[in-house]
Every structure is written in structure tokens, then in C-alpha cells.
């Protein structure tokens, strides 16, 4: 064989040869998983992404959970006790020195009148000076819910409730009159809820006017207070 023609069937077999490899290596087949087609074998295929409405229950499900609502309120259908206070002083502790002894009286509230009431009565004394008298005012009417700081006292007129009457206290003067022991003491103050307004006429000391009250009332409640001994401050309030 010449040479010129051997040359031409080796480039012809190196040609075909080539092209068989092509043929191998080809188009993977896309039946395969990404792991068969991965010569390592170790590649996966990611999760997919969750759907709109996969997503939008989980949002309003976390919505749900956050927002609980606000919290129930208890109510009772228990009616108000009827109560006497003052906010000067808390029950059973020491009455404030500014309304010892002559000085006005202390701010006095009330709450809880039962239904039905038209008038108030409030009588204070002292039951460690064999119940003397300090105080004693009715007729309040059954719109007011208490009596401001200083309505009656020694030479303390015309700042009572409209339609009510007060008594003479203890030192022979009408209205208010604080405690001046000369020692420690424990007072009271008594407080009535009415079914009716009192007649003025024959009610002209304080056991009559308790009396009136205890026949008529619908509740009584009663607060205390202590003071004492009084200082000459104190009494100097009534020379």
C-alpha cells in the first residue's frame, strides 16, 4: 500500500474513532434523578416552596394565636355595702389635729344607701366619755353623698346641706364639735339611710334623734376614729 494512502485510512480511523466517543458521553437521560445524573450520587432535590395558600393559613394561624382578644372583665351583681368614710383618716386611726377640739369637721363620704332612702341621719360621739355628744345633724337629703370638710363647727353657719338640722352638741353650741379628751379616746360616727324625712318638732337631743333613726332606717353603718390627749393647741380652738 502506498503510503499516501496508508496515512488516509489512520485519519480516517481516528475520525470515526472520535465520534463514537461523542456518542457516549451524549445527552443524559432525563428519566434520571439529579442524583443518578450526579457521578457522586449525593445530590438531592430541594423542598419545594410552599403555596400562597399553604402560606396565607400559616399567617392567619399565627394571627390567631397573637391575638386572643381582650381579657373578660368579672362582674357582680352584688349591691354596694353601705359605708361611711372619711379621707382623712382611716378607720380606727387618728383623727387629723386640725379638726380637734373647736375646729371644723373633717370631710365626711358615704355610698352604698339602699334603695328607697330620703333622707340621712349622722350622729358621732364619744362612748369613753359615756357617749358625750359631739354631733348630730338629719335630714340630709338622699342626693348628697357626703359632707364637705368644714360645713359646721363653732361660729360656722349656713353651709349645710338644704333642709338639714344639726343639734347642740355637748358645749351647748349647735353643729360640730371635735374631739378634746383629755386622754387617748375612741369616737364614732354613725350614719342611717331613712325611709322618710324627720319632723324638726320634738327631736331636741340626741337620744331622740337615735330613737327616730333606728325606727326608720333601712341601714346604719359606723366609722371610728381615736384622739388624745389634746394639747393646749386644741383647746385654745375654743376660747
Known amino acids: 500500500m502506498k503510503p499516501h494512502a496508508l496515512l488516509f485510512c ?13 456518542d457516549s458521553v451524549g445527552t443524559p437521560d432525563p428519566s434520571l434523578t439529579a442524583g443518578d445524573a450526579d457521578p457522586t450520587g449525593d445530590a438531592t432535590v430541594p ?5 400562597d395558600s399553604a402560606a396565607s393559613d400559616a399567617v392567619a394561624a399565627d394571627a390567631g394565636a397573637a ?3 381582650p381579657e373578660e372583665v368579672e362582674t357582680s351583681d352584688e349591691p354596694v355595702p353601705f359605708s361611711l368614710s372619711s379621707e382623712t383618716f382611716a378607720a380606727g386611726a387618728e383623727l387629723p389635729q386640725e379638726y380637734a377640739c373647736c375646729n ?4 365626711l363620704s358615704w355610698e352604698g344607701a339602699p334603695e328607697g332612702t330620703l333622707s340621712f341621719v349622722l350622729i358621732h360621739d364619744d362612748p369613753d366619755a359615756s357617749f358625750f355628744d359631739h354631733w348630730a345633724i338629719f335630714n340630709i337629703p338622699a342626693t348628697e ?6 360645713v359646721s363647727g363653732k361660729g360656722i353657719e349656713g353651709q349645710l346641706p338644704e ?17 378634746c379628751p383629755p386622754v387617748g379616746h375612741t369616737y364614732r360616727w354613725r350614719l342611717w339611710a ?8 320634738g327631736i331636741t337631743d340626741f337620744s331622740v334623734l337615735e330613737a327616730e333613726a333606728d325606727g326608720a332606717a333601712l341601714a346604719e353603718t359606723t366609722l371610728t376614729h381615736t384622739y ?12
Open 10 to 22: 489512520l485519519v480516517a480511523l481516528a475520525v470515526a474513532g472520535c465520534a463514537d466517543s461523542d
Open 47 to 51: 423542598d419545594a416552596a410552599p403555596s
Open 67 to 69: 391575638d386572643t382578644g
Open 104 to 107: 371644723g369637721n373633717p370631710p
Open 145 to 150: 353623698s357626703g359632707l364637705a370638710a368644714g
Open 163 to 179: 333642709g338639714s338640722t344639726q343639734l347642740s352638741n355637748g358645749f351647748g353650741f349647735p353643729g360640730y364639735l371635735g374631739s
Open 194 to 201: 331613712l325611709d322618710k324625712t324627720l319632723a324638726a318638732e
Open 228 to 239: 388624745g390627749p389634746a394639747t393646749p393647741d386644741d383647746h385654745a380652738t375654743c376660747d
